[in-house]
């Protein structure tokens, strides 16, 4: 699953973009039905030491980024992998 524009939210409404897009691989570690049970964390790094009141993002990838292809991407963007690439 595909998470992107992750933006806090400071208390007083201003938000900053920390991200463009990341991969949450739903599956990784999951090989029993309990363990499909188990919560998944997803640990968000360089968030502003100030109090913050929310965190905003989209699921999905946006249109812009979406309408690139793989090989338009460094080997370290999650969008270079052609395994989560179909066209249409």
Not at 65 to 72: E, F, G, Y
């Amino acid at each position: 699953m595909f998470i992107s524009n992750m933006k806090p939210i400071r208390e007083d409404d201003n938000s900053i973009l920390i991200g463009d897009i990341q991969y949450i691989d739903l599956l990784d570690g999951i090989q029993t039905k309990e363990a499909a049970k188990q919560r998944i964390t997803l640990t968000i790094n360089n968030l502003p030491s100030e109090r913050l009141s929310e965190l905003q993002f989209s699921i999905g990838v946006s249109s812009e980024l979406n309408a690139k292809t793989p090989v338009s991407f460094e080997n370290t963007n999650v969008l270079s992998n052609n395994g989560e690439y179909w066209i249409g």
